[in-house]
């Protein structure tokens, strides 16, 4: 092996090695940030899109897929469906016929208010962070 | 004629040469990858976002050719000083540009054809993967030949994005012919907005004026019927005859500016 290629892997691994020093001392968030949303408007969204639109609108489709599969399937007692109505907003406005988005969202956003009613009804202990969710149900 | 010709062959060899044909790798990678990641990802309308996919790839990598080599043009002929011995040749200085145009105008058709190709290959396949089914619920087959309008409009939105920069290249800078060649399709796709700018804003001559941009920039989102053709809705021959005629008649001026620009500058 030639010098110049053995100073290239030495150098390359002391990148690796110092991020994960890096790392070790809390350089990085351990746990993964809660879903974000940058962008609600649709409005906005929809200039932003620029000639992407429809391909913007699948990308939003996938997202509120994930969320909501992802709440579903998770053991988080206060995970819930609060990205739902906004991610299905900006896909069915930036391609408005996408006809699956309005039929998933009818069912899956309603099903999720039933189930919040529900829970704030059975206990006073969950209220605290379903009055968020409350506001977007009066929203809807 | 025959002059515009050569020229343009040559330009379409250099940017064989220059390994342009490359990004078609790219697209081909895009493509595949995606239609195998979806099933992963999304429950349903895998076909709906090939298609959303595919056509926007074909538009972008389309544009970035159409700027990157389209700047240069001109430019690298004036920067290599070739310019001299190319026009002391018997070649007019509107043949060379028209020339230029012509072969950017044939690597971009060669492009567009080849990812065409691949779209529709990449859409047959997985047209295999469904049930008759689930593919009686589609808007349109897989493999809907309605798209190739919406193919045909981007390939004009192309050659309009090709016009701009050479233009702009016969008398700038390639940096700054690249930022305003981006920028004037960015506006192109704001063009609804300055239409109805005096719901914005209350004064009259501003409204006017934005008005009067309105009319005069290029307007690229007349050439965006993607999503309608992914929904088989209907796009009217007449709709893309007057598009595709706006946008020739749109390069006519730009290439005319050019050859005026041109063969008024002198070379020392």
Redesign the interface.
């Known amino acids: 092996m030639r010098l110049p290629t053995a100073i290239l892997i030495l150098l390359i691994g002391g990148v690796i090695g110092l991020q994960a020093v890096h790392e070790r001392r809390g350089g990085v968030p351990a746990v993964d940030s809660p879903d974000m949303l940058y962008v609600r408007s649709p409005e906005a969204m929809k ?1 932003l899109a ?6 913007l ?2 990308v939003y ?2 997202r509120a ?2 969320h909501y599969g992802g709440t579903r399937l998770s053991n988080d007692p206060n995970a819930s469906y609060d990205l739902l109505y906004p991610l299905l907003d900006l896909t069915t406005s930036l ?1 408005p ?1 996408f006809n ?1 988005a309005y039929l998933f969202g009818s069912s899956s956003v309603s099903s999720w208010r039933i189930r919040m009613i529900s829970s704030i009804s059975a206990s006073s202990a969950v209220l605290a962070p379903s009055t968020r969710g409350a506001t977007a149900i009066s929203t809807l | 004629m025959r002059t515009i010709g050569h020229v343009a062959v040559n330009v379409f060899k250099e940017s064989v040469r220059d390994k342009v044909l490359y990004n078609l790798v790219a697209f081909a990678v895009l493509l595949i990858a995606v239609s195998y990641l979806l099933g992963q990802l999304t429950a349903g309308q895998d076909v709906k976002i090939i298609k959303d996919l595919g056509l926007a790839a074909i538009a972008t990598f389309g544009l970035f050719i159409a700027v990157f080599i389209g700047i240069g043009l001109v430019w690298k002929e004036v920067e290599r000083r070739s310019i001299y011995s190319l026009l002391s040749k018997p070649i007019r200085r509107s043949e060379f540009i028209l020339g230029k145009y012509a072969g950017l105008v044939l690597t971009l058709l060669v492009n567009v054809a080849i990812m065409t190709v691949a779209f529709y290959t990449a859409l047959a396949y997985l047209d295999t993967q469904f049930s008759d089914a689930i593919r009686a619920g589609w808007p349109a087959p897989a493999t809907d030949p309605g798209m190739l309008k919406a193919i045909g409009l981007i390939f004009v939105e192309l050659m309009l994005v090709t016009a701009v920069a050479l233009f702009l290249s016969t008398f700038s800078s390639p940096f700054l012919s690249a930022a305003l060649t981006f920028g004037v399709w960015v506006i192109g796709h704001f063009n609804a907005d300055l239409r109805n700018f005096d719901a914005v804003v209350g004064s009259r001559p501003a409204a006017y004026f934005a008005r009067g941009l309105y009319y005069v920039l290029p307007n690229f989102s007349a050439f965006d019927v993607k999503s309608q053709v992914v929904h088989a809705l209907p796009v009217t021959a007449s709709y893309v005859a007057t598009t595709a005629l706006y946008g020739v008649v749109y390069v006519s001026v730009l290439l005319t500016a050019a050859v005026m620009v041109f063969s008024r500058r002198d070379f020392k």
């Open positions: 200039r620029l000639s992407y639109q429809s391909l609108a699948d489709w996938i897929v994930q391609d016929r699956v």
